[in-house]
């Protein structure tokens, strides 16, 4: 199955984004997933950059079969956006224990 993970990303660096993510992507791949890098670095063009990131993930939803939700989630308004286009469209979702 392919698989995105949706995580809080807003005043983290990328290299906290990749950590925080590290051990699912070992544990959804030693199950045979494939897991979509959702991290984008490419520069923004001018305008609202959360907005535009999160159209970069709805566009790679539309490549994956399951959306995997890292804790807190419902307390971001992208992640809450993304679950509910994952919902709408039929995505198999899963969430991530806190710790």
Not at 4 to 31: A, H, N, V, W
Not at 39 to 47: N, R, V
Not at 88 to 97: A, H, N, P
Request: charged share 30%; aromatic share 8%; glycine share 8%.
């Amino acid at each position: 199955m392919k698989v995105m993970i949706s995580q809080p990303m807003r005043g983290k660096t990328e290299k906290q984004i990749r950590d925080e993510r590290k051990d699912l992507i070992k544990q959804l791949e030693s199950e045979g997933h494939e897991v979509i890098d959702t991290i984008f670095t490419d520069k923004t063009p001018e305008g609202d950059t959360a907005l535009y990131y999160l159209s970069k993930s709805i566009e790679a939803m539309s490549k994956v079969d399951a959306v995997v939700f890292m804790p807190g989630w419902n307390l971001t308004r992208g992640c809450a956006i993304e679950h509910q286009v994952a919902q709408l469209y039929g995505k198999y979702v899963k969430f991530v224990e806190g710790k």
